[in-house]
């Protein structure tokens, strides 16, 4: 899921951390653009032919400013005042 999560990311333009916390669970901190966000979320809401995500929980997080979207940290980049920042966590993958 976390390699699913970073193609979609980098095709709506998100920038941010992806990150697998445990068995079953992905944290991704994601900025950019609030209609990218949305359609981001959208997208892995819906999870893969192999995946199933039962639960999602979505918080405000301050900015970091990432410089584009990575399994693992990612440098900075220059501040955008038009991106906002995310906290999404997915729980529950269900693998088929």
Request: charged share 30%.
């Amino acid at each position: 899921m976390r390699y699913y999560a970073l193609i979609k990311g980098r095709q709506c333009a998100i920038r941010g951390r992806i990150k697998r916390v445990h068995q079953g669970e992905l944290e991704i901190l994601a900025e950019g653009r609030a209609a990218d966000l949305q359609h981001y979320i959208d997208l892995l809401s819906e999870g893969t032919p192999h995946v199933t995500v039962s639960n999602i929980q979505i918080l405000p997080h301050r900015k970091v400013d990432f410089s584009r979207l990575e399994i693992e940290l990612s440098a900075h980049h220059e501040k955008d005042k038009e991106t906002e920042s995310r906290h999404i966590a997915f729980f529950g993958f269900l693998n088929f």
